[in-house]
């Protein structure tokens, strides 16, 4: 059942606000359980080559690859999931299937608690430091 005010898509009550990771962040309002999908974002549908085009020279991107030839470009979308934070050690997971970009809890998650997912590759290929404060963080995205 959709959450009130929100698209169906979006699962699980979440509050955009300041993160001490970097930036805005998106956070639990309610808890969520294991494997429980909490959302998803949805974009402008662009080429790999137009992604990576706009994405040269921004420290701050919101665009998935989800295909070798597809990205969805999320930067205009009002969808509060595009704002998750990277972290070394995330408590959620991003899931690309059939063009949808879904984020799924990877354990319990709190209300108020930062939800993040591990970036994995990344246009800044090593270049930009990690902010996320986990113990055992690799230092850079």
Same mark, same amino acid.
């Given at each position: 059942?959709?959450?009130? %005010?929100?698209?169906?898509?979006?699962?699980?009550?979440?509050?955009?606000?300041?993160?001490?990771?970097?930036?805005?962040?998106?956070?639990? +309002?309610?808890? *969520?359980?294991?494997?429980?999908?909490?959302?998803?974002? /949805?974009?402008?549908?662009? $080429? *790999? +080559?137009?992604?990576?085009?706009?994405?040269?020279?921004? =420290?701050?991107?919101?665009?998935?690859? @989800?295909?070798?030839?597809?990205?969805?470009?999320?930067?205009?979308? $009002?969808?509060?999931? /595009?704002? $998750?934070?990277?972290?070394?050690?995330?408590?959620?997971?991003?899931? @690309? /299937?059939? &063009?949808?970009?879904?984020?799924? +809890?990877? /354990?319990?998650? =709190?209300? %108020?608690?930062?939800?993040?997912?591990?970036? %994995?590759?990344?246009?800044? =290929?090593?270049?930009?430091?990690?902010?996320? %404060?986990? +113990? &055992?963080?690799?230092?850079?995205?």
């Amino acid at each position: 059942m959709p959450l009130a %005010g929100h698209p169906p898509y979006q699962k699980r009550a979440v509050d955009v606000k300041r993160s001490r990771i970097d930036g805005f962040g998106v956070f639990a +309002a309610e808890p *969520v359980a294991p494997r429980l999908k909490i959302g998803e974002i /949805r974009g402008e549908s662009i $080429t *790999v +080559a137009e992604a990576r085009r706009r994405a040269e020279g921004q =420290e701050r991107i919101m665009i998935v690859e @989800v295909s070798h030839r597809r990205a969805i470009d999320a930067s205009r979308s $009002t969808d509060p999931m /595009r704002f $998750t934070n990277h972290s070394c050690q995330p408590n959620a997971r991003l899931s @690309v /299937r059939q &063009g949808r970009i879904e984020f799924f +809890a990877l /354990r319990a998650i =709190e209300p %108020g608690e930062e939800i993040t997912v591990d970036y %994995g590759e990344t246009h800044h =290929e090593g270049r930009l430091a990690c902010r996320c %404060g986990a +113990a &055992g963080c690799v230092g850079f995205l």
